[in-house]
């Protein structure tokens, strides 16, 4: 396993949308594995695989450092309500912002076997979920977010 490099904000690749992935080759697999310790050696909730610079629909979470998903090819497919707040990336160190999403979302995916899983979340789950979904399309949160970008280790009035 090996630490990738993770790639900023402002980098072409990150606007790029990314392909299914047909088949988990052993390559494969040891991209998923760096990038499970890529998340966790930079203290993340999440990472995509366009983030270190592979253009291919694969994403890692762990919000609670318990369990982590690993979740190829993955599709939103239910949603419900609204959590309005603090957003972060690895792609955009040191910065957050506020950004509206679902408070529930359902999302079906393939595991590392090509089998058919099924994650569903709500809060920083579903927050989670939607964004790294939105970077396999070339997005980002800032696209999405309700005001200005902000710095990190700042008291913000509405986040008090
Ligand atoms: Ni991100």
Do not use: F, W
Not at 13 to 27: F, G, S
Not at 94 to 114: E, F, Q, T
Not at 143 to 155: A, H, I, P, S, Y
Request: net charge negative; charged share 30%.
């Amino acid at each position: 396993m090996a630490i990738r490099n993770i790639r900023e904000y402002g980098d072409e690749l990150l606007t790029k949308k990314c392909k299914e992935v047909t088949e988990v080759t052993p390559r494969i697999k040891d991209l998923i594995e760096d990038m499970l310790e890529t998340m966790y050696e930079a203290n993340g909730v999440g990472l995509a695989a366009p983030q270190v610079g592979i253009l291919k629909r694969i994403v890692v979470i762990d919000v609670t450092g318990a369990e982590s998903y690993i979740l190829i090819n993955p599709r939103i497919v239910e949603s419900s309500g609204e959590q309005v707040g603090v957003e972060g990336c690895l792609s955009l160190p040191d910065r957050h912002g506020i950004v509206a999403r679902p408070n529930y979302v359902k999302c079906v995916a393939l595991d590392v076997n090509m089998k058919p899983v099924e994650v569903e979340g709500t809060e920083l789950l579903a927050r989670a979920i939607c964004h790294e979904l939105d970077h396999l399309d070339g997005h980002m949160y800032v696209e999405k977010m309700e005001g200005e970008l902000r710095d990190n280790g700042v008291e913000y009035e509405d986040e008090k």
